[in-house]
């Protein structure tokens, strides 16, 4: 049986439920999330913190059917919480979430043929498929669609299943080819090093989208690597460079005649809780460190064991994408890369896109929300 008291010297209300657990619920936490506070439709609140006083206080608790009723010092008010719903809500614990995935890290001794991989028409048509591939894609930050169509806009098809396309400025989606004046080192037949894509934006763009429309040319075969496993074994290995490479904020710049865009970010970034949230890691677009003199060689030590990292069998996996088949990666957490091609030998075509994490994570939890 769910009991309830009140716990006046803590101003909060104890529940201990009938599994054992108990939580703490601090009185002003209780009026703030009162559920008549809130829009029925739109689930959004309405209610005012700042009408209320700080020290409001409860008069009665009592534990009615499945709800918890609340009298309150205020004049007229009653608050009827569900007791699931306080129990999912617990502070220090809050709400699971379905697309809270704990990313599951690999190095260069992953076998590419043991990637997440499903066939677009599957992905196309069932949800469950696709949530599923979702997930996976998450915790590994790498995966392979196959059977696209041989269609330019295959690959935006199937991007849009997931969410909206984030546009850049190199326009919704990009064609990936040797070019005649291009304004990208991917739009030449040169290799491209391991590399996070716009690193020079505010927010460079989550999940990458490339859809390989040929690659008949010699050379040009892909590479990849878990960013966060190789940040992971750096703070074990050197912990002095990992400290300098996630504290030190250095500068990106992209520019070409329409465009300068530019961000400074620490290579290594950790999110509020101290986890990792990403890498910016581009030597290409690095502009010109602005550190002081003095701290300079110390950080390009730093640096440059990053970069050795990411030139290393350890870390590095290497496949070859064929016409047909779609990489999806966390460009925030996946470094890629590609080895040098001829275009006199055939034609490389890749066309790509981005969708942010916020869609992807929404798309995981509308579709588990379907599955309660
Ligand atoms: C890119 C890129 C990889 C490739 O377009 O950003 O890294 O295989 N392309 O051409
Ligand atoms: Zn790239």
Redesign the pocket.
């Given at each position: 049986m769910t009991t309830v008291s009140l716990r006046g010297e803590d101003r909060a209300l104890h529940v201990a439920w009938p599994d054992g657990t108990s939580a703490e619920f601090p009185y002003l936490w209780l009026r703030d999330n009162c559920p008549s506070g809130f829009h029925p439709q739109t689930q959004e609140r309405l209610f005012d913190l700042t009408g209320i006083p700080l020290d409001i206080s409860i008069l009665t608790a009592a534990v009615n059917d499945n709800q918890i009723v609340l009298t309150w010092d205020e004049i007229d008010h009653v608050s009827r919480f569900d007791v699931d719903w306080l129990f999912s809500h617990r502070p220090g614990v809050g709400l699971a979430d379905p697309a809270s995935i704990a990313p599951s890290l690999w190095r260069g001794d992953l076998p590419p043929g043991e990637l997440p991989r499903a066939t677009s028409a599957r992905l196309m048509s069932s949800d469950d498929a696709l949530l599923e591939f979702l997930i996976e894609t998450k915790k590994t930050g790498l995966a392979i669609v196959d059977g696209m169509a041989d269609d330019k806009d295959a690959g935006m098809t199937m991007a849009r299943r997931i969410g909206f396309l984030r546009e850049t400025n190199f326009g919704t989606t990009f064609e990936v080819m040797s070019k005649p004046n291009p304004n990208n080192l991917?739009y030449t037949s040169h290799a491209?090093p391991l590399?996070?894509?716009l690193s020079n934006q505010e927010l460079p763009p989550g999940f990458?989208f490339l859809h390989c429309l040929a690659n008949k040319a010699q050379g040009g075969s892909s590479t990849f690597c878990d960013g966060f496993a190789i940040a992971a074994d750096l703070e074990n290995q050197d912990p002095e460079a990992f400290a300098l490479l996630s504290k030190t904020p250095v500068p990106f710049r992209f520019q070409d005649e329409d465009h300068d865009i530019r961000r400074h970010h620490t290579v290594i970034d950790l999110d509020a809780f101290g986890e990792l949230q990403e890498l910016h890691f581009n030597a290409h677009l690095a502009g010109i460190f602005d550190l002081p003199a003095g701290k300079m060689e110390a950080y390009y030590r730093a640096y440059r064991k990053i970069m050795q990292m990411t030139r290393s069998d350890t870390y590095v996996m290497t496949t070859r994408l064929a016409g047909g088949e779609m990489v999806i990666f966390d460009?925030r957490r996946v470094l890629?890369?590609r080895a040098a091609f001829d275009p006199n030998t055939g034609f490389r075509h890749l066309r790509g896109c981005y969708v942010d994490r916020g869609e992807f994570d929404s798309r995981i939890r509308v579709l588990s929300r379907k599955k309660v």
């Open positions: 991917a491209l590399h996070t894509d990458q460009n890629h890369g």
